[in-house]
């Protein structure tokens, strides 16, 4: 099962899109400024839902993912876990670095 946008309530906040590990929540796919699920490529996490400040992400019961679709979307997600745990682990380093050097610029 998939995640789906009601549209109506949506203030397009990106927050979801954001968040999302597939980065299957596109912008402007329909036309107007809406943010829409691409269902083939979401792993059901939920993430998006819980970052929704409208609460207007639910889950699709009418969408069925093809095994070899969700294992590839799954695989995505775990590669963007490692970009992003990467990114966070680089910036740790420069803050201590900063942290070390003023502290040795005072002493």
Same mark, same amino acid.
């Given at each position: 099962?998939?995640?789906? *946008?009601?549209? !109506?309530? &949506?203030?397009? @906040? /990106?927050? +979801?899109?954001? #968040? =999302? %590990?597939?980065? $299957?929540?596109?912008?402007?796919?329909?036309?107007?400024?809406?943010?829409? *699920?691409?269902? !083939?490529? &979401?792993?059901? @996490? /939920?993430? +998006?839902?819980? #970052? =929704? %400040?409208?609460? $207007?992400?639910?889950?699709?019961?009418?969408?069925?993912?093809?095994?070899?679709?969700?294992?590839?979307?799954?695989?995505?997600?775990?590669?963007?876990?490692?970009?992003?745990?990467?990114?966070?682990?680089?910036?740790?380093?420069?803050?201590?670095?900063?942290?070390?050097?003023?502290?040795?610029?005072?002493?």
């Amino acid at each position: 099962m998939a995640y789906r *946008i009601d549209l !109506a309530p &949506c203030i397009n @906040c /990106g927050w +979801c899109r954001k #968040v =999302c %590990p597939t980065e $299957c929540i596109r912008y402007f796919t329909t036309g107007r400024r809406t943010h829409v *699920i691409d269902p !083939a490529m &979401c792993i059901d @996490c /939920g993430i +998006c839902a819980r #970052v =929704c %400040p409208e609460d $207007c992400i639910h889950p699709d019961p009418d969408y069925r993912h093809d095994p070899a679709v969700l294992a590839q979307a799954r695989e995505k997600a775990k590669a963007w876990a490692r970009r992003r745990y990467a990114r966070n682990e680089a910036i740790r380093a420069r803050a201590a670095e900063t942290a070390r050097r003023l502290a040795a610029a005072r002493a």
